[in-house]
């Protein structure tokens, strides 16, 4: 993927959602982290695990979508090079 996988241009809407959903990510991780600590019932962790996975997965998913979108537009790398990359990334996702 292009180095700027979400944008050309960074402080963009689809950067800045991005960042967001991975500053919950974050938040979710920590919570995970006192949860642990605290002892907490180990179905609850579980649940805030899958939780956590599952936003992680639509994050990932959320840069995929613009790397094909940007993929679209791209004229500088040749398709077939440029669709495999984004296979490998697609099948690392799922």
Do not use: H, W, Y
Request: hydrophobic share 40%; glycine share 6%.
């Amino acid at each position: 993927m292009t180095k700027r996988a979400i944008s050309k241009k960074p402080g963009t809407n689809e950067s800045q959602d991005l960042i967001n959903r991975l500053r919950r990510i974050e938040g979710q991780i920590g919570g995970l982290i006192n949860m642990i600590e605290t002892e907490r019932d180990c179905l609850d962790v579980i649940t805030q695990i899958s939780a956590t996975k599952k936003a992680l997965e639509r994050a990932g998913m959320m840069m995929l979508a613009n790397a094909l979108a940007q993929c679209a537009a791209d004229t500088k790398r040749s398709g077939e090079q440029r669709r495999d990359q984004l296979q490998r990334a697609f099948l690392s996702l799922a």
